[in-house]
């Protein structure tokens, strides 16, 4: 990845958490799960990191997927609102590498 700027690190940071929260949020509307509130974003990954609807299969792919998200949510949160943050591009290449995980585990999940 060649973002050299912080600038750019921010944006990369925020398009990949937005790329792993909307494939976790459609993956719940099917399952009927709607936005509950403005806390919809931490509800979202905690519903994955406890397994919550989860067919029996699925509870340790939902789990990690909970906690990467979670991850992510908190970088994304940073890059949004912490105007001292700062990433290496060693950094920002892990935080897309794990929603990219993010959103192929959630395609790899058992239909429900």
């Given at each position: 990845m060649a973002c050299?700027?912080?600038?750019m690190r921010?944006?990369?940071i925020?398009?990949?958490?937005?790329?792993?929260?909307?494939?976790?949020?459609?993956?719940l509307?099917?399952?009927?799960v709607?936005?509950?509130?403005?806390r919809f974003?931490r509800?979202?990954?905690k519903?994955?990191?406890r397994?919550?609807g989860?067919?029996?299969?699925?509870v340790r792919?939902w789990?990690?997927?909970?906690?990467?998200?979670?991850r992510i949510?908190?970088?994304?949160t940073?890059a949004?609102?912490?105007?001292?943050?700062a990433?290496?591009?060693?950094?920002?290449?892990r935080i897309?590498?794990d929603?990219?995980?993010v959103v192929?585990r959630?395609?790899?999940?058992?239909?429900?």
């Amino acid at each position: 990845m060649a973002c050299r700027s912080q600038f750019m690190r921010r944006l990369v940071i925020n398009r990949a958490y937005y790329a792993a929260f909307h494939g976790a949020r459609s993956r719940l509307r099917e399952m009927g799960v709607h936005d509950a509130d403005s806390r919809f974003h931490r509800q979202v990954w905690k519903r994955f990191e406890r397994g919550d609807g989860a067919p029996p299969p699925d509870v340790r792919a939902w789990r990690t997927i909970g906690e990467l998200g979670g991850r992510i949510r908190d970088e994304r949160t940073r890059a949004d609102y912490d105007p001292w943050a700062a990433w290496s591009a060693d950094d920002c290449a892990r935080i897309v590498a794990d929603a990219r995980e993010v959103v192929n585990r959630i395609g790899a999940l058992t239909s429900r």
